[in-house]
């Protein structure tokens, strides 16, 4: 397992893109939106948590197809499933490893690209929080999409399609976590719910995954 | 016997392809499979090495003391070669790759990236991985393929040095490897009568 | 089996020849009935009961408005079934089933959405709000658009079967979770339930009864189409099961 993750963070460091693309997708997007809206800083300052939040969320969307197409392509797939590990063990490394690659920059670049939205001085915390715990779900949930779709030559669109319905509710209680936080209010409850579908995740759709994967497989 | 097959039916794309096969593997002992394309060589493996599931029958043995090299050889083309082999000791719970390096006269290589070696010299990294998994049988898809004379000689010498320790492998091949123990299995014999297989069987 | 077994058990109809057969003898009769049903609940919806002293003529949407919306509801729960029992008893009826049953619930859905903002404009004076109800319906649509394209997108019969149904078991959690997860992000305009077994929040009685009718006509409409839409599947499947035979013999 250990062997796993060390393989794949060694290969997304080799391979650059890894970290860099999705970093580079979250910037342009945190950028094109004062375009979009106009550069008034009241209003960017009251829609910041969730610009930052969709931004973060379309960039981890963008490399979940790398999360299993890479080792399905060369056949690692199918020798890992005939190797000693549990398939849920192998999918729950692999979002893992798309966490670490992904969703950990993009919460620490939150809080820097929050200053181009004048996101308001309570928020900073918050949205780098809410990040934290809800990016989890994003790579899990991404993992079981990408599962899904691992067969299919034109998989990407239809992974889109089939993931951001599953990470409404992640999306919502973690830009409402950030979004309270800017403006001061409580936190505990939305904080609690993004929690809970965080660790749910984790702890069941692997299940899911490892299932989709080897009907995939076979 | 380290594994046993008996009365395996498997199916393709939603057809039968084969029925009724048996064998037997002792320690020690290889067995070829032969027959022409299509006929089922490669599912027959991917099933005895528990990648997809049989019609019916029953395989007997396998599963835990197998190592299986398909295809394709899962390398990464940006780790170095040694890389590529302890990743897969490590998967399989071991860190010797030393021996496998030498068997496969990958050596000099061992530095190199695995992105930058020849079709014939991933095939040997390929077939390196399956003495660093420690595991009693090899089951092989085409080993020899893109493998020019000298690394068939390699690769035989692997086999056979692999079954004097008490390993077994099963393997289809067309080449000549040379190997007068190993049995030979034509797969012709065992052609499904044609009918749909039995996911479809029920719409008929 | 003999002629002698009177009531054979549910699962022989998961036979699809069984399925075929019954469901022949079967359909004509849903068929009739949920036009019948359809026509008496919408005239005498449309045109024999009386306006709302508030809501005027527009509240007659609700004929065609909260049967749509619950066949939506109901039809995802019936492809969830549908699909458990793929996953547990391996009947290919009950996967087919549950593929004829998806457009089906994705149009009744486009339907409750589309008669909600003809309803809302004059009642809520904007097309489309963000209220709870609506935004999950739309979610509701989402994943029936997510669901048919899975389906389209593999080729093996079997393996679509068996993706679709943990899809849709994933699915259903999601769909739960958004549910509240929307009702927690906005309050909402919408009224309560227009159906509900508390009498104080219910529509009046010359309301309810032809919407009763109504919703008998969409939930038999609803059987019909997905009796002759996992028909033609089934004749589809065997089609090609026959010219694979063809071309193997």
């Known amino acids: 397992m250990m062997a796993l993750l060390a393989r794949d963070l060694k290969l997304a460091v080799r391979a650059g893109g890894g970290f860099g693309l999705g970093l580079a997708f979250f910037l342009i997007v945190t950028v094109l939106v004062p375009f979009g809206v106009g550069p008034e800083t009241a209003l960017l300052t009251r829609i910041a948590p969730g610009v930052l939040w969709i931004g973060a969320l379309l960039a981890c969307l963008l490399s979940l197809d790398r999360i299993l197409a890479l080792d399905w392509e060369d056949g690692t797939l199918d020798l890992l499933a005939t190797a000693p590990l549990p398939m849920e063990g192998i999918v729950s490394v692999k979002a893992l490893a798309h966490w670490i690659t992904t969703g950990l920059p993009l919460v620490l670049a939150a809080p820097v690209l929050g200053v181009l939205l004048n996101l308001a001085p309570g928020g900073y915390l918050w949205v780098l929080v809410s990040l934290a715990v809800g990016t989890p779900a994003l790579s899990v949930i991404g993992t079981f999409g990408a599962a899904l779709t691992i067969g299919l030559k034109r998989g990407g669109l239809l992974l889109s399609l089939l993931v951001l319905p599953l990470y409404v509710p992640t999306l919502i209680f973690g830009a409402e976590v950030a979004r309270r936080g800017a403006e001061g209010l409580e936190v505990a409850t939305p904080l609690l719910l993004l929690g809970g579908i965080s660790f749910g995740a984790m702890a069941l759709l692997p299940f899911a995954s490892a299932a989709v994967l080897r009907i995939n497989l076979r | 016997m380290v594994l046993r097959v008996s009365n395996l039916e498997i199916s393709r794309g939603g057809r039968a392809v084969l029925e009724g096969v048996s064998f037997a593997l002792a320690p020690g002992a290889a067995l070829i499979l032969r027959g022409p394309n299509g006929v089922g060589k490669t599912t027959l493996l991917r099933t005895v090495a528990g990648l997809q599931e049989a019609e019916a029958g029953e395989i007997t043995g396998a599963g835990e003391s197998m190592a299986y090299a398909g295809h394709s050889d899962g390398l990464k083309s940006m780790l170095t070669v040694a890389e590529n082999l302890q990743f897969w000791a490590a998967v399989f719970g071991r860190s010797e790759i030393e021996a496998a390096l030498a068997a496969f006269d990958l050596r000099e290589l061992a530095g190199r990236l695995a992105g930058s070696l020849s079709a014939g010299q991933k095939r040997r990294l390929g077939l390196a991985r399956l003495m660093v998994t420690g595991r009693a049988i090899w089951v092989l898809d085409e080993p020899t393929v893109s493998l020019d004379a000298a690394s068939v000689g390699l690769f035989a010498a692997a086999v056979r040095g692999h079954l004097a320790q008490g390993g077994s492998a099963l393997m289809a091949t067309h080449i000549d490897l040379g190997l007068e123990e190993a049995a030979v299995l034509d797969l012709s014999a065992f052609r499904a009568r044609p009918r749909a297989a039995q996911g479809d069987e029920a719409f008929l | ?249």
């Not at chain 3, 305009?189 to 309810?208: C, I, M, T």
């Open chain 3, 1 to 249: 089996m003999g002629r002698y077994v009177r009531f054979m058990s549910l699962w022989e109809y998961a036979n699809p020849v069984k399925f075929i057969r019954t469901t022949d003898v079967v359909l004509p009769w849903v068929s009739v009935l949920a036009v019948l049903c359809l026509v008496v609940g919408l005239i005498w919806g449309f045109f024999f009961t009386p306006e709302d002293y508030r809501q005027g003529s527009t509240v007659k949407i609700i004929y065609l408005h909260v049967p749509a919306a619950l066949m939506a509801i109901n039809a995802w729960m019936m492809m969830l079934v549908a699909s458990l029992i793929w996953i547990i008893r391996r009947h290919h009826v009950s996967a087919l089933a549950a593929r004829a049953a998806a457009p089906v619930g994705a149009v009744m859905t486009l339907i409750a959405l589309a008669t909600g903002a003809l309803w809302g404009q004059p009642m809520w004076g904007t097309w489309w709000a963000w209220d709870p109800r609506l935004t999950s319906f739309l979610i509701l649509f989402l994943f029936y658009l997510g669901y048919m394209a899975l389906w389209s997108a593999i080729e093996d019969d079997d393996t679509a079967a068996d993706l679709t149904s943990i899809l849709c078991l994933v699915g259903s959690v999601f769909a739960v979770l958004s549910r509240y997860a929307v009702n927690f992000w906005n309050q909402g305009l919408h009224q309560g339930a227009s159906l509900s077994l508390d009498k104080e929040e219910n529509v009046a009685d010359v309301f309810y009864f032809p919407l009763l009718v109504c919703i008998a006509g969409f939930v038999l409409l609803f059987i019909a189409l997905v009796f002759l839409r996992t028909q033609t599947e089934i004749r589809a499947r065997r089609t090609r099961a026959l010219i694979a035979r063809e071309q193997q013999g």
